[in-house]
Nanobody, 126 residues
Framework: QVQLVESGGGLVQAGGSLRLSCAASGRTFSRYAMGWFRQAPGKEREFVAA????????YYADFVKGRFTISRDIAKNTLYLQMNDLEPEDTAVYYCAATKPGGLRLLVATGSYDYWGQGTQVTVSS
């Protein structure tokens, strides 16, 4: 069974940085892409960034504005999200997700992902 475990969340002041990690464990699984989503209280889960696992192509939500960087370490089977210049509006639970292989995917859509982590809280104080 595939498990995705996020870590690295916490409390940070505005302008600060955090690096989230998502470790994939369980049986070796193939995936087309992995992504980060976030969900603030009272809001729907929204797309943050995605990466094509093998090729490394990256995609970002407009609100990232060059502040966040998604990356992966294939050998470690780990996904990362480096977040710089954090703003209070970035406060949310951050989730990593993975797709099964094959086929084109709309990577901004939650429905495109087959596996989800439990989330890690990011709180940015003003």
């Amino acid at each position: 069974q595939v498990q995705l475990v996020e870590s690295g969340g916490g409390l940070v002041q505005a302008g600060g940085s955090l690096r989230l990690s998502c470790a994939a464990s369980g049986r070796t699984f193939s995936r087309y892409a992995m992504g980060w989503f976030r969900q603030a209280p009272g809001k729907e889960r929204e797309f943050v960034a995605a990466i094509i696992w093998s090729a490394g192509n990256t995609y970002y939500a407009d609100f990232v504005k060059g502040r966040f960087t998604i990356s992966r370490d294939i050998a470690k089977n780990t996904l990362y999200l480096q977040m710089n210049d954090l703003e209070p509006e970035d406060t949310a639970v951050y989730y990593c997700a993975a797709t099964k292989p094959g086929g084109l995917r709309l990577l901004v859509a939650t429905g495109s992902y087959d596996y989800w982590g439990q989330g890690t809280q990011v709180t940015v104080s003003s």
